[in-house]
Structures are given as C-alpha cells and as structure tokens.
C-alpha cells in the first residue's frame, strides 16, 4: 500500500510539474488536430519572448503539423527548438562542403559576366507624335568570355550632380534579329544600343519637370549578369546550387545564434 501511494504520489508531481510548465517548456499538444496544437501554442508562447517566438518558427518552418507530431511528438517548444538547432548545426557544414565548387563557379560566372559593360552612355529626350521620348545610348562592350544573345541592365538617372539617381530603370538588350544573318553579340564586340523608356508614352519618371529642367544630366547602365542568355537563348548562369548555399548558410548562422535557448 505505501508502494502505491509513492507511485502515485510521484505521478502527481509530474501532472503537475507538467501543468505548470510555462513559455517553451509547455507541452505542445499534436496529436489532436490543429485546434488543439494552435491552442496549446498559443498558451506557450504568451510566455515566451521574443527570441524564443522567433526561435519556434524558425525550427518549424519546414514542417506541417503531421511531420512535426512524427518528429516530436507533444514536443516543448524549447525541446523542438534545440533539436532543430543541433541538427542545423551537425548536417549542414557538410552540404555547404558539396556545394562549395558550384557556389564557386557561379561567382566566377558572375565576375565574367560583369565585364560586359556600357560606355559613351547619354540620356536623350527626344519627341514625336507620342511625345516627350527618354531615351539612353550607349555602346555595348562584351568583355566577358561568352557569346550573346541578350543580357538586361539597370539604367540609372542623374541630374545637376545630385548624388542619388533621379530616375532608375531594368531595360532589355537584344542582340538577335530576324534578318538571317544575326550574330548576337560576340565576346570581345561591341555594339551600339538605343534603349527607349516605358511603352508608347515614355516612362513618366524619367521625364518629370526636375529632369527636363536639368543644367546636365548623367546616365549609367549596369549590366544584370544573371539575366545573360547564350546564342540559344538559354540562360548562361545557373544560380541554383548559389541560392542552395546561400539559404543553408543562412540556416546555420541561425542555428548558432540560438545556443543560449
């Protein structure tokens, strides 16, 4: 009889050390719905500060509620959080080590691709029946070591020395055409190029009162290595082992921030 009343008496603790566990020592509840688990969430994390809070939804961003009750069943938030973290921590140095040589070869892709570059650029307001025109030339150098068929850049707008542009654009350059004997751009040429901004009307932000009064203007265009495509139209950088690295990177740093919870 005094066996059982210990046994029972040490079950009763735990109920109760259980029912009085707060913030990311509370037990989740999720093997009952999502009802359930969102009311059992909510009940810890009115106890949890911010870190912890951020901390959770970082550990269970991947997981719906059936994986997250297989992987940890009626978990603790700080429970699910350290597990998470350490597996972040163990795992991912690895994969960072597989992905290292294709990270590599898109930065150098980058880089070769980055000498593609625009010289003698000006900014024009021309008018015709449509109106005012702006209206960028440039000439188009290929310094890079592939052949092209377009490439985008950014087309920036200064006036009267002003050190922040006035006027910011994504324009298309296309080097094919349908006459027969298109070449695209190849490495080493260079092309002259006439980009007009916006559709019929021209773009209102790059022909407001400020830059039609301008004393001077200033245009620079800055090429988008990632946008390049080949003479196959196909896109010559290929930024998925790049995005891989940089959201596992990401992953890990996180990870070791969370080492006092």
């Not at 027969?180 to 916006?198: C, E, M």
């Not at 559709?199 to 090429?223: C, M, P, Y």
């Not at 990632?226 to 930024?239: F, P, Q, V, W």
Request: aromatic share 6%.
């Amino acid at each position: 009889m005094r066996t059982r009343s210990k046994l029972g008496a040490a079950l009763l603790v735990l109920m109760l050390l259980q029912a009085c566990s707060k913030g990311s020592d509370h037990r989740l509840d999720t093997g009952h719905g999502m009802e359930a688990y969102k009311t059992s969430l909510q009940e810890a994390l009115k106890d949890m500060p911010d870190k912890e809070q951020r901390a959770y939804d970082w550990a269970v961003s991947d997981f719906n509620l059936e994986q997250l009750h297989a992987g940890y069943p009626n978990g603790t938030p700080k429970a699910i959080i350290r597990a998470e973290r350490d597996k972040v921590i163990r795992d991912v140095p690895a994969k960072l080590a597989q992905l290292e040589s294709a990270r590599a070869a898109y930065v150098a892709g980058q880089a070769d691709l980055s000498r593609i570059t625009a010289s003698d650029v000006h900014f024009t307001m021309e008018k015709d029946f449509f109106g005012l025109q702006p209206t960028v030339v440039a000439t188009i150098h290929n310094g890079s070591s592939h052949d092209l068929s377009s490439v985008k850049f950014v087309a920036r707008l200064y006036v009267d020395d002003k050190p922040e542009p006035v006027a910011e654009s994504e324009l298309f350059s296309n080097y094919n055409n349908d006459s027969g004997n298109s070449t695209g751009l190849r490495r080493g040429d260079a092309v002259k190029a006439r980009f007009r901004i916006g559709f019929v009307s021209g773009d209102g932000n790059w022909k407001t009162v400020e830059i039609q009064q301008a004393k001077k203007t200033r245009a620079e265009l800055t090429v988008l290595p990632d946008s390049a495509t080949d003479t196959g139209n196909r896109s010559i950088l290929d930024d998925h082992a790049a995005k891989q690295y940089q959201a596992l990177q990401n992953a890990l740093n996180t990870a070791k921030g969370l080492t006092e919870i």
